[in-house]
Each structure stands twice: as C-alpha cells, then as structure tokens.
C-alpha cells in the first residue's frame, strides 16, 4: 500500500511539472517576440543643392579725360588729373568699368554707387561731381547724377543668370559763373572713392 502511494505520488508530481512547463510556454509565445510580421523598406535619393552667385567687380582700368568744349586736342584727349590745371568752363571725365555676375533661378539684385563726392576747396568753390552709367551696348542707366547724394540704387533690377560689363562715367566741372573774380585759384579738390554694391533684393 505504501509502495502505490509513493507511485501515485511520482506520477502526480511529474504531470504537475509537465502542466507549469507548458504554461510557461505559452506565456513566452503570447508576451515575447520569438516570432515576426513581416515588413520592407526603401530609399530615396537626396541629390547635391548648388547655390548661386553674387559678384561685382571694377575693370581696373580708369582713365581720365578733357572733354571740355574747345579742349585742346591731344591723343583721344588722355589726361593726367594730378597734372591737369582745371579752369572754370572745363569739365574732365573719369572712365571705368563694372563687371556684374549672377546666377540664380530666382534671383534679383540691384546696383547702388556710394560716395561721399568731391570735397575740398574748390568744391567749396563750386566744382561738382556727377556720374552716368552705362551698359556695354551703351543704354543709359543712369545719368548725371550727383556724386553727393550717391546712396541710392540705380533704377535697373538684374534678374537671374547675368554677366555684363557697365560703363561708369563721372564728370567734374568747374563751372563758368558770371563775375567768378579768382575764385577757387590754387584751390584743390579731391574725388573720394567710389563704393558700387550689389545686393540681393530677393
């Protein structure tokens, strides 16, 4: 009789075990991740963004010039500023060139010159300072405009890819007024440096 109940007892214990093992079995299938759904991907390419251009550069090749009425002729009238003595009616001419690069789909820029004009005595005794701007088939830009109030942008807006070359003309006079006397004699002026900023409007 003991000899039944020690096997009964085995028995029972070995089904119990087999019972608390399944149960864990399960629990690990139902809560763990032993096995997938399915699931892809893919990849879109980026591509390289360029950035456009923004440039204005002088020609570095000034000259000055007489183009008084009645200048005395000489080799396309070529002069030297520091050398030339101006005389009231005179007028002498500096001539340089702008060269002006964009690139951009949609890009817009515009022009301004800056300068604080021509200043000294014989400003003070009149002489002035105007210039004009050109592009290279000559259209005018804009034309004798003060030097003094140079601040503003030029009336022309440059729209997407564009490289040309302008043509900057500025002209000092000394005027011939009516009862002058010696004013402005052995007097000096100077024509301070043009500044031409180009600059993105949109």
């Given at each position: 009789?003991?000899?039944?109940?020690?096997?009964?007892?085995?028995?029972?214990?070995?089904?119990?075990?087999?019972?608390?093992?399944?149960?864990?079995?399960?629990?690990?299938?139902?809560?763990?991740?032993?096995?997938?759904?399915?699931?892809?991907?893919?990849?879109?390419?980026?591509?390289?963004?360029?950035?456009?251009?923004?440039?204005?550069?002088?020609?570095?090749?000034?000259?000055?010039?007489?183009?008084?009425?009645?200048?005395?002729?000489?080799?396309?009238?070529?002069?030297?500023?520091?050398?030339?003595?101006?005389?009231?009616?005179?007028?002498?001419?500096?001539?340089?060139?702008?060269?002006?690069?964009?690139?951009?789909?949609?890009?817009?820029?515009?022009?301004?010159?800056?300068?604080?004009?021509?200043?000294?005595?014989?400003?003070?005794?009149?002489?002035?300072?105007?210039?004009?701007?050109?592009?290279?088939?000559?259209?005018?830009?804009?034309?004798?405009?003060?030097l003094a109030d140079a601040t503003a942008?030029?009336?022309?807006?440059?729209?997407?890819?564009?490289?040309?070359?302008?043509?900057?003309?500025?002209?000092?006079?000394?005027?011939?007024?009516?009862?002058?006397?010696?004013?402005?004699?052995?007097?000096?002026?100077?024509?301070?440096?043009?500044?031409?900023?180009?600059?993105?409007?949109?």
């Amino acid at each position: 009789m003991n000899t039944t109940t020690r096997t009964n007892k085995g028995t029972m214990s070995k089904a119990t075990k087999g019972v608390v093992a399944g149960a864990l079995g399960f629990g690990l299938l139902a809560g763990g991740t032993t096995f997938a759904l399915w699931s892809d991907d893919a990849t879109m390419d980026g591509g390289t963004i360029n950035a456009g251009t923004l440039d204005v550069s002088t020609g570095g090749d000034r000259t000055w010039h007489d183009v008084s009425d009645g200048a005395a002729p000489t080799a396309d009238n070529v002069i030297d500023p520091a050398n030339f003595l101006i005389v009231p009616g005179d007028t002498i001419q500096l001539t340089d060139h702008l060269t002006i690069e964009t690139k951009g789909d949609n890009i817009k820029a515009k022009l301004s010159v800056v300068s604080d004009g021509l200043t000294g005595a014989l400003a003070d005794a009149g002489a002035t300072a105007d210039y004009t701007v050109k592009t290279a088939s000559g259209a005018v830009i804009a034309q004798d405009k003060s030097l003094a109030d140079a601040t503003a942008f030029l009336p022309r807006t440059i729209s997407g890819a564009h490289t040309g070359t302008y043509t900057i003309e500025v002209d000092v006079e000394f005027p011939d007024v009516p009862n002058q006397d010696q004013v402005g004699i052995n007097t000096q002026a100077v024509l301070d440096g043009l500044a031409f900023k180009l600059e993105q409007v949109r």
